[in-house]
């Protein structure tokens, strides 16, 4: 007999999936609505429309503002070198804009306000118009005020010309997302007002005295001490978390369970794209290895991994390919362990995986400070390097020597003297060091394979082979306390000059991250290689993170002339001011700008970097991964 | 000495009439980048330039807390406390507004009540430095002129220490430090120490020289959600040295000990 309990629940339950269904578009749905992999539909011509709509979310309802009615947006997809055109209706109270993440756009369609176009205003349909020259996995969501947390994105796919490296016999998008019931606007003045507001894994009396209990009651107070001189949490992960956030997976809660099936012995592709506005994840399909086959859209070495931290915004794609008849687990779990959002991959539509325990919350180190090389770093990664004999051997060593060399040079002239010092700068790393063979916060301990940047090598060999001719160094501040974010300690509201790149140059950016966070930083418009040890094939992105106390370089060559976009993409970091603005400049206007911007620079472009001639070994400047270029030139590999 | 206080009331008068600068940097310049006028036009483009950057980092924000609004429970009379404050302003510039009032149920009269108005401005990642006006509203109507800091110190002690010169002349000044200890998550222990001090006698006021008051709490709140915390809490609250004697030759305790039962709330 039914109880009544649990006729209610049937019934609502019945309730949501339909409510679910009827609110997303075909690629999002469940497998028991239909979804049985992609269609490769392509279109040249797309009509969206930004609406606020109803969504119902883990038995909730909710208030979204998003694409065509749905959360996430309809799926994007047309083929390499077709003419596209899309149009875009903003039927809200208030401008609105898209900006396609990753797709090398002409700049005055790239959909930022202020930066590429003016915006999109209430009631007006605005025209984008392109046609691009390179594929893969993307994705697509508004550039304007706090959108992006309200559900205003979507996936995007771009079909290769000829077709990928790797054969799959079915795909799906997965869109990861952060949804909460509280408006973007009230999450971000509460983290004005108290910057700890959302964090539930604070360490408490009872931690510490475990920990004394443990390493003895002298060990534990100093830690505790240390952390407590630096006004610090070793625990905050997470701005913004579980305490209001609830995780998606394609518009669907854990409860809500997003299925997707497959037959054994087939290989399915899985397009991760996150789309959180404030949430990295660590993603793994426990008992299913996947093989990486690209980041970022763009194709890479395959690379066999059980676990991968991703970004906001970067994207993965990865082939699973199951071979028994199990019911798999699809995790996204939010880097903080606050929540979890879970998807079901089976043999059978409606079945539901059961969702792994949260595992325990991780506690950051004086590595994250920037204040060791002692930490823990892993070194686990030189194992796993597939075809990477000149960057795996000595790797440890020059791990070593990079850390001291940042020593002396703080000793000169003090850490970082191109910083604007003042309350929105509580700490300045003075010792960053390499973490490129770290697979992210909280999975070095893993008992699987977990996935490093220093593990990526590009399928296709770098198309600028140049070295760099300057270098640029940018620090990543903030003042947690006071919620302050920025680039160089001068945020996007006081910026009055842009990063300039000249049409043509190779740049070496080189990002040092003094905040105790990872910030997924996006270049607008180019792709960049990040030195990884990558010789000729360093994986190229869009998005890379940079981890709390890191110092990475990407290599950029600015052949796109406009003004990009260049920000954190947490949300709220560039709502706070983590953004500026990148310009390159016409090679016609090049010489005069340049020689201005040579006198007057206050943007941390060193003017010392640029060597005459390419010197040997890159890694002059220090990272922890010998980045081999320089011998290897003209060398396959 | 009266003479000096005025001078440092018109000095910090002076100070709070600037206008914090929230505005934004004006057109006249050239903009910092501006390759989109080209498709756009100037006209819609600065619009937006100058919107997307106030929209990172250039945002007004406004907070209101009542730190302590609890009722004193002592062993002969009850009184209610509220000290709360809030401000509205940027990340370096805010106006700050700090009220403290004691209502005695037993007298059924407002015993003690003051607001201060502040220009609050971040000099340090941790710290503000704030000047402005205390008004007594209780007892009589002294106007002070106030200078102090307050921020967060080393060790995670929450402090707030200010002098202020009356309009009558004397100088005083209140030491605050505060400390959180979470047992759980939600479940905050919170000591908290406040000291007066008073540069001269004051006998209106019952005030001698020097340390006139130490208050020592401890307050046990649990954050239904963090922005609303019950707590009980128990808070010894002394005279000192001369103005204990004033306290006493007026038939007043010197020593006494207080049950606390309040809430903690912000918006």
Request: hydrophobic share 40%; net charge negative.
């Amino acid at each position: 007999m039914l109880s009544r309990r649990s006729l209610i629940k049937t019934t609502l339950g019945a309730g949501t999936a339909l409510g679910t269904a009827a609110l997303l578009p075909a690629w999002a749905r469940s497998a028991e609505q239909g979804n049985l992999g992609l269609p490769t539909l392509t279109g040249t011509q797309f009509d969206l429309t930004i609406d606020q709509f109803p969504v119902r979310l883990d038995g909730r309802a909710g208030l979204a503002t998003g694409i065509n009615g749905t959360l996430p947006g309809p799926l994007v997809r047309f083929r390499e070198g077709d003419d596209i055109t899309i149009n875009v209706t903003n039927n809200l109270e208030e401008d609105t804009s898209i900006h396609w993440h990753g797709l090398l756009v002409p700049f005055y369609m790239d959909g930022v306000p202020g930066v590429a176009f003016p915006g999109i205003k209430p009631g007006e349909t605005f025209t984008y118009r392109w046609n691009l020259n390179h594929s893969g996995t993307y994705w697509y969501h508004s550039h304007s005020g706090l959108q992006e947390q309200l559900g205003h994105y979507g996936p995007l796919i771009i079909d290769p010309k000829s077709p990928d490296p790797f054969a799959y016999d079915r795909e799906y998008v997965l869109v990861l997302s952060d949804w909460s019931f509280e408006s973007p606007h009230r999450i971000f003045s509460k983290l004005k007002k108290m910057s700890d507001s959302y964090n539930y894994n604070q360490r408490t009396l009872p931690d510490f005295l475990a920990d004394a209990s443990d390493k003895g009651l002298g060990a534990a107070l100093d830690q505790r001490m240390m952390w407590g001189a630096m006004r610090m949490s070793p625990r905050d992960l997470s701005d913004v978390t579980g305490a209001t956030y609830t995780y998606l997976i394609n518009g669907h809660a854990t409860a809500d369970n997003w299925n997707a099936i497959f037959q054994p012995g087939e290989k399915i592709r899985l397009r991760i794209i996150n789309a959180s506005a404030m949430t990295l994840f660590n993603f793994r399909i426990p008992g299913l290895p996947m093989k990486v086959v690209a980041a970022d859209g763009l194709n890479l070495q395959p690379v066999e991994t059980d676990e991968f931290q991703i970004g906001v915004a970067e994207t993965y794609d990865v082939i699973v390919a199951p071979e028994t008849s199990d019911t798999f687990a699809m995790v996204a779990e939010s880097i903080d362990r606050s929540g979890q959002a879970v998807a079901t991959l089976a043999p059978r539509a409606g079945m539901q995986a059961s969702a792994p325990a949260l595992r325990p919350v991780p506690t950051l180190t004086m590595a994250d400070m920037g204040m060791a090389g002692h930490g823990d770093m892993n070194m686990s990664a030189s194992e796993d390097m597939t075809g990477m004999d000149h960057s795996a051997m000595g790797h440890g060593t020059n791990a070593q020597t990079s850390t001291m060399d940042h020593g002396a040079h703080s000793m000169d002239g003090g850490p970082a003297p191109e910083i604007t010092r003042g309350p929105g700068v509580a700490n300045v790393a003075m010792m960053p060091m390499s973490r490129l063979d770290e697979p992210g916060i909280g999975l070095d301990d893993q008992p699987h394979r977990t996935l490093s940047y220093s593990q990526l090598r590009s399928k296709d060999a770098n198309p600028d082979l140049r070295l760099p001719e300057r270098e640029i160094e940018l620090h990543l501040t903030s003042n947690m306390e006071r919620y302050m974010w920025s680039f160089d300690g001068v945020k996007f509201s006081e910026v009055t000059e842009p990063i300039k790149f000249y049409e043509g140059e190779r740049v070496r950016l080189t990002m040092i991250n003094d905040t105790m966070m990872p910030h997924p930083i996006h270049l607008h418009g180019m792709f960049f290689d990040l030195v990884n040890g990558g010789g000729h094939h360093k994986p190229r992105k869009h998005t890379v993170i940079v981890k709390p106390g890191e110092k990475l370089s990407i290599d950029i060559t600015a052949n796109h002339v406009g003004d990009w976009a260049f920000h954190c993409h947490l949300l709220y970091h560039m709502h706070a001011g983590m953004m500026q603005v990148v310009s390159v400049i016409g090679a016609d206007d090049a010489p005069m700008h340049r020689q201005m911007d040579h006198d007057g620079m206050d943007h941390g472009d060193m003017g010392k970097a640029p060597p005459p001639e390419p010197q040997i070994g890159d890694d002059m400047m220090g990272h922890g991964h010998g980045e081999h270029d320089g011998m290897t030139h003209g060398e396959k590999s | 000495m009266r003479k000096l206080s005025k001078t440092l009331l018109l000095a910090m008068a002076a100070t709070l009439a600037i206008t914090p600068a929230f505005a934004e940097e004006d057109d006249g310049t050239s903009p910092p980048w501006s390759q989109a006028d080209e498709y756009y036009g100037r006209e819609a483009m600065s619009k937006a330039r100058a919107d997307v950057q106030h929209e990172a980092g250039g945002q007004t924000n406004w907070f209101v807390m009542a730190d302590r609004f609890e009722t004193q429970i002592f062993d002969d009379e009850e009184a209610l406390v509220f000290d709360a404050q809030g401000w509205y302003g940027g990340d370096i510039n805010k106006l700050w507004v700090k009220a403290e009032a004691e209502y005695s149920f037993e007298d059924e009269d407002l015993e003690d009540a003051e607001i201060q108005a502040l220009w609050s401005r971040a000099i340090a990642p941790y710290f503000d430095v704030q000047a402005g006006l205390r008004y007594d509203l209780e007892p009589k109507g002294r106007t002070h002129a106030v200078l102090g800091v307050q921020g967060l110190a080393p060790y995670w002690f929450e402090v707030d220490a200010a002098a202020f010169v009356s309009t009558e002349g004397d100088v005083t000044a209140r030491l605050e430090a505060e400390y959180e200890l979470l047992l759980t998550q939600r479940l905050i222990l919170q000591p908290r120490l406040e000291a007066s001090l008073s540069a001269q006698d004051i006998p209106d006021l019952q005030l001698g020289s020097g340390l006139t008051s130490v208050d020592a709490g401890l307050r046990l709140r649990y954050e239904i959600v963090r922005e609303f915390a019950p707590y009980i809490g128990v808070e010894w609250q002394s005279a000192i040295g001369d103005t204990a004697d004033f306290i006493e030759a007026s038939g007043g305790e010197k020593d006494q000990t207080a049950l606390l039962v309040g809430v903690r709330t912000w918006f």
